[in-house]
């Protein structure tokens, strides 16, 4: 495989002259076309893809990790701007989900223009995931991801009706894997089935051991001193060499994560770009 190149155009945190934004986004070049994780919550998307020299009109695949709106807020700029781009997603986006604080209930929902864009953008350019499946050599998708972790869960209280009667496992949660000449190279978008059952997952259907680098979200945030222990010391079972931990990571829990693990662990940016 040829160069990789990753680029964080949309993260809570940003480099000087970039917006910052509770959302994620990731670009990836790559010599066979260039990838999109997510599409950020509103604001920032096109304004830091612009910056950052990211042309959205030369997108080949938008894959969407899960479907809700700090993810899928630039989904109709894009789709305006590029009618060609195959897009990656599992039916369960367009849940009616909500998340309790309390008793207060905040629509965490993918945005109706996202939901209208994507309905309207060529059916045979809208593919489902139901299963693993490959965008290009050496490059793949999880699609739905077995939850077998005991000590892991979506990291938050998601609910399918706002009163909290139903709960949402976010069944559409998927991660992005390339085959990298050091090992496999796995994109995150919040890692809502668990960071455990995602990377033992993409080990098991790759068949590949190694692990060059993690980047993404963790949602960790929210997570207790017993699910950091645990996860610190499966993660340090593996043959690990880099966490790069952005959006909903949580700074605690990535704090924790670099004082307990062997691997490399450092926060991303929007802004943020590195070769493999």
Same mark, same amino acid.
């Given at each position: ?93 367009? #849940? ?34 139901? #299963? ?122 990535? #704090? ?16 943020? #770009?590195?070769?493999?």
């Amino acid at each position: 495989m040829k160069t990789l190149r990753f680029t964080i155009v949309v993260d809570n945190r940003a480099a000087e002259g970039l917006i910052a934004e509770h959302g994620y986004a990731l670009h990836i070049e790559t010599s066979a076309g260039n990838l999109l994780l997510d599409t950020g919550n509103k604001l920032a998307f096109v304004a830091n893809a612009e910056a950052l020299g990211v042309n959205l009109q030369e997108v080949s695949a938008l894959v969407l990790s899960h479907g809700h709106y700090d993810h899928t807020g630039g989904i109709a700029d894009i789709l305006q701007q590029n009618k060609d781009v195959e897009i990656y997603l599992h039916a369960g986006v367009f #849940q009616p989900r909500y998340s309790l604080h309390g008793e207060d209930a905040s629509i965490v929902k993918m945005p109706l223009a996202a939901m209208q864009a994507v309905m309207h953008h060529a059916d045979e350019k809208v593919n489902w995931l139901t #299963q693993p499946v490959s965008l290009q050599d050496r490059v793949g998708l999880t699609g739905p991801i077995p939850r077998e972790c005991s000590f892991e869960d979506t990291g938050g209280s998601f609910y399918l009706d706002p009163a909290g009667k139903v709960i949402d496992t976010i069944e559409d949660d998927n991660a992005l894997w390339f085959h990298g000449p050091e090992g496999l190279v796995i994109c995150l978008g919040c890692c809502h089935a668990g960071i455990i059952n995602t990377l033992n997952y993409i080990m098991d259907y790759s068949g590949e051991r190694k692990i060059d680098t993690v980047i993404g979200g963790l949602h960790l945030l929210h997570a207790d001193e017993s699910r950091l222990t645990k996860t610190a010391e499966a993660l340090n079972g593996l043959d690990l060499k880099r966490i790069v931990a952005c959006h909903c990571s949580g700074d605690e829990a990535v #704090q924790y994560l670099a004082d307990h693990l062997s691997c490399e662990v450092v926060a991303g940016y929007a802004g943020m #770009q590195f070769n493999i």
